[in-house]
T-cell receptor, first 112, second 113 residues
């Protein structure tokens, strides 16, 4: 069966520090991969999506970047975090023949 | 631009009652409509997906309906249980592939024992 791993679960970082969140999927090939951010009291905001290795689409201009170095690995990064980067970050995947979206357990990021 | 609204933001009902959660969307040209459940501090769990050509989907005590013409979807939960307490989100997808999925802000449901 397919599983998705996302880590770390929580992260506290100072302003100006770098960020790297990792997401990996098991049990499937060539998934569509997504990074979402969920701010308190707001809906999920799509940050990046990828349909293949090295293929990244950005939905909103921001301080973050994403990379997909392997088929089932998706990384969210920042060179210098801002206070406004705080939030709950969720990785998700969608199989080629299944339109349902499956989410990881999320990372609560606090930038202080 | 698609907008998805879920009202009310919070709902409390006694255990055992049937209940309906509402989801409204502004652009009826959707490909599918998904319902998710989110427990506090956790990721989202997919509950039901309704294709645009379908009217409803059922899974156990859950039934989701879709009315594209009115821009509405409902999630019906029968015989509610305390374990149903969570935030329920709906999301509208305008095309194959979820890259443009638009989420509502959710309804926080509390089932009172």
């Amino acid at each position: 069966s397919q599983t998705i791993h996302q880590w770390p679960a929580t992260l506290v970082q100072p302003v100006g520090s770098p960020l790297s969140l990792e997401c990996t999927v098991e049990g499937t090939s060539n998934p569509n991969l997504y990074w979402y951010r969920q701010a308190a009291g707001r809906g999920l905001q799509l940050l990046f999506y990828s349909v293949g290795i090295g293929q990244i689409s950005s939905e909103v201009p921001q301080n973050l970047s994403a990379s997909r170095p392997q088929d089932r690995q998706f990384i969210l990064s920042s060179k210098k975090l801002l206070l406004s980067d705080s939030g709950f970050y969720l990785c998700a995947w969608q199989g080629a023949d299944n339109e349902k979206l499956f989410f990881g357990s999320g990372t609560q990021l606090s930038v202080l | 631009k698609q907008e998805v609204t879920q009202i009310p933001a919070a709902l409390s009902v006694p255990e055992g009652e049937n209940l309906v959660l509402n989801c409204s969307f502004t652009d009826s040209a959707i490909y599918n409509l998904q319902w998710f459940r989110q427990d506090p501090g956790k990721g989202l769990t997919s509950l039901l997906l309704i294709q645009s050509s379908q009217r409803e989907q059922t899974s156990g005590r859950l039934n989701a309906s879709l009315d594209k013409s009115s821009g509405r979807s409902t999630l019906y939960i029968a015989a509610s249980q305390p374990g149903d307490s969570a935030t329920y989100l709906c999301a509208a997808g305008p095309g194959f592939g979820n890259e443009k999925l638009t989420f509502g802000t959710g309804t926080r449901l509390t089932i009172i024992p």
